[in-house]
């Protein structure tokens, strides 16, 4: 039997459609945030695990929503999908596969169901996204969309009962997180037309908007590079106070997580301009080398 297989008999999913629909999260995160679920399977009590895939699943099927197609056709779409959660929630039965799951998890832990209303009541700060114009709107964003979005699966990572501490050390770790995604994915970004570094820190480098979308590499590109990274990594390290406010089965997993961001953040400082061409990855032994030293520990 598959350690997935055995995964789903721990988390007392034996419903053979159930079963199906969980596993078909699965193949949907391993493919979109693979690293992450690498780790999830290697550092997660067995009977976690499919509760934070079926989370992760909702997490990136919200993103590829909001961020996919002309901007009419992805509010029809998060429409159609909010209003599906809703009501699958509301009646604990779905017609949807991954709404499926998520009922399920809900009600195997309430308190995911809080994180996905503060979750649909927030998201479409993603959907209003154009780029920011000041620190302050980046900031903003964090609040509105991307740390709801992270308590998805933080919620099931977490204390038992609500924490003021760990919710700020989840904001810590999202906004290094969120930062350095942003200044990695420049390039994709680009393509779409918006980017997620301010038109403050731009100017603050010499480095306009025009310059990246034409593809030129302005003087100022590597220090702006330097500068996000920096600030990624300071909010990064802040949060290796994460795992020790957190339930044992979450503690190694988080921990590895800010040590894999960190090793993306040394590819990413790496890269530097070249950024405008294309997005850096850490090593894949170095990852390794993480998650290795992480279940060692677990």
């Not at 809900?106 to 993603?126: F, G, I, K, M, N």
């Not at 810590?172 to 997180?177: K, V, Y």
Request: proline content about 5%.
């Amino acid at each position: 039997m598959s350690a997935w297989n055995e995964s789903l008999d721990a988390a007392g999913i034996l419903d053979p459609q159930l079963r199906s629909d969980y596993d078909a999260q699965r193949r949907l995160v391993s493919r979109g945030r693979r690293t992450a679920y690498l780790a999830a399977r290697l550092l997660l009590p067995r009977p976690s695990l499919p509760h934070v895939v079926a989370a992760t699943a909702v997490m990136h099927h919200g993103d590829n929503l909001l961020d996919s197609g002309p901007e009419a056709q992805r509010f029809a779409a998060w429409a159609s999908w909010e209003q599906q959660v809703r009501k699958g929630l509301d009646a604990g039965a779905s017609d949807d596969p991954l709404v499926r799951t998520l009922v399920h998890s809900a009600a195997a832990h309430p308190r995911l169901r809080e994180a996905v209303e503060s979750y649909l009541c927030t998201a479409t700060a993603d959907l209003d996204f154009n780029g920011f114009a000041t620190e302050a709107d980046y900031q903003a964003y964090l609040d509105a969309y991307s740390l709801p979005a992270f308590m998805l699966v933080a919620v099931l990572l977490g204390p038992e009962t609500d924490s003021a501490p760990f919710r700020a050390a989840c904001r810590t770790l999202i906004d290094g997180s969120q930062r350095l995604d942003f200044v990695n994915d420049l390039a994709e970004d680009l393509r779409e037309g918006r980017i997620g570094i301010s038109a403050q820190a731009l100017e603050r480098h010499a480095v306009t908007l025009e310059d990246l979308t034409k593809g030129r590499e302005p003087a100022g590109l590597g220090e702006l590079v330097n500068h996000q990274v920096a600030a990624a990594r300071a909010s990064l390290e802040a949060a290796r106070e994460l795992p020790a406010l957190t339930t044992a089965p979450g503690r190694v997993l988080l921990t590895a997580l800010v040590d894999i961001e960190l090793l993306t953040a040394k590819a990413v400082l790496a890269r530097g301009p070249r950024l405008l061409h294309g997005s850096a990855s850490p090593s894949p032994v170095a990852a390794l080398r993480v998650l290795i030293s992480a279940r060692r520990r677990k």
